[in-house]
């Protein structure tokens, strides 16, 4: 156990429904990241907060996916009209930023669009 | 894409050490190498990172080549916890590859 916590760790949901996955953080952690992974492959880097603030997103976060960390804490990752291409595994990292990342990972959150 | 090449799986012997190479050939001057692994159905574990100098902790032994271009991660005395996905990467951006499908047989 990390410290970092995904909720759920499981969803299944049919295409074009909604979901929303939050990930609480190692609570001195200023550095939130989302990533992505589908079988057979690493993790694909989504987005990341510095605090509140969203300071980068990937190509790979279309217009459908959002992302916030209101408080500059927990973070939540919502998709909206889910595709079957949205099947993955949803990982959520955190970091005490600064010149080095080391960057602890949450256990991630399993997705199966329908 | 990744900036890293490694190969697909390696075999090691429970108790013996496994070697695992990374080639980072693209690398600048100040970006560190890390190595991440992922346990089955697990979320990737940080362990090891280095710039320049041959790093040690309590999990592995990080040695990087004089040019930086390549590295390699050494699991001492391999055991069968130790199976798992092993990832090389040169940027804080995290890009992960592929990695390395380590198997550790009894």
């Known amino acids: 156990d990390t410290g970092v916590s995904q909720d759920p760790r499981h969803k299944i949901t049919k295409r074009g429904q909604n979901v929303t996955f939050r990930c609480d953080p190692i609570?001195?952690?200023?550095?939130l990241y989302w990533y992505r992974q589908t079988l057979g492959q690493g993790p694909e880097f989504l987005t990341y907060f510095q605090n509140e603030a969203q300071l980068e997103k990937s190509r790979l976060l279309s217009d459908r996916f959002s992302a916030e960390r209101p408080k500059g804490s927990f973070s939540t990752l919502e998709i909206q009209r889910t595709e079957q291409g949205d099947s993955a595994m949803y990982l959520c990292?955190?970091?005490?930023?600064?010149?080095?990342?080391?960057?602890?990972f949450g256990p991630g959150t399993r997705l199966l669009v329908l | 894409d990744a900036k890293t090449t490694q190969p697909t799986s390696m075999d090691c012997a429970e108790g013996r050490a496994a070697n695992l190479p990374c080639n980072h050939s693209t690398i600048s001057g100040n970006e560190y190498v890390y190595w991440y692994r992922q346990i089955h159905s697990q979320g990737p574990q940080y362990i090891i990172h280095g710039l320049k100098n041959n790093e040690t902790n309590e999990m592995a032994s990080l040695i990087i080549t004089e040019d930086r271009k390549s590295s390699t991660l050494i699991l001492p005395h391999a055991t069968l916890r130790d199976t798992a996905v092993y990832y090389c990467i040169d940027t804080d951006k995290l890009i992960f590859g592929t990695g390395t499908r380590l198997q550790v047989f009894p």
């Open positions: 990292a955190s970091s005490f930023g600064a010149a080095l990342e080391t960057q602890y």
């Open positions: 609570s001195e952690h200023n550095r």
